[in-house]
Nanobody, 121 residues
Framework: QVQLVESGGGLVQAGGSLRLSCVASGRIRKINRMGWYRQAPGKQRELVATITSRDSTNYADSVKGRFTISGDNAKNTVYLQMNSLKPEDTASYYC???????????????WGQGTQVTVST
């Protein structure tokens, strides 16, 4: 079993900052990529940022220059530093990971339970 647990969401005023964390645990052979997605009420889930095991990153245009994704391979953890937050960043943020579990030779996609980020005006 593999689990992803997010933390760090909350309520912040526009222009403020938050840092999200996601820890992967369980029978993990290799983490290939981790990332963050978000879903606002009435909207589809969208990519925010991803990072590979080689630290290659990818960002949605809407967050470039404001959000930074980073990883700690030793701790199986990914972070999302969110600065200059806007009301339109309000959403549930989900951690996603492409993982090769122990005893398997194929990759699986896993999701966390989500953490709420609310940005007030």
């Amino acid at each position: 079993q593999v689990q992803l647990v997010e933390s760090g969401g909350g309520l912040v005023q526009a222009g403020g900052s938050l840092r999200l964390s996601c820890v992967a645990s369980g029978r993990i052979r290799k983490i290939n990529r981790m990332g963050w997605y978000r879903q606002a009420p009435g909207k589809q889930r969208e990519l925010v940022a991803t990072i590979t095991s080689r630290d290659s990153t990818n960002y949605a245009d809407s967050v470039k220059g404001r959000f930074t994704i980073s990883g700690d391979n030793a701790k199986n953890t990914v972070y999302l530093q969110m600065n200059s937050l806007k009301p339109e960043d309000t959403a549930s943020y989900y951690c996603n990971a492409d993982i090769t579990p122990t005893d398997y030779s194929v990759n699986w996609l896993y999701w966390g339970q989500g953490t709420q980020v609310t940005v007030s005006t």
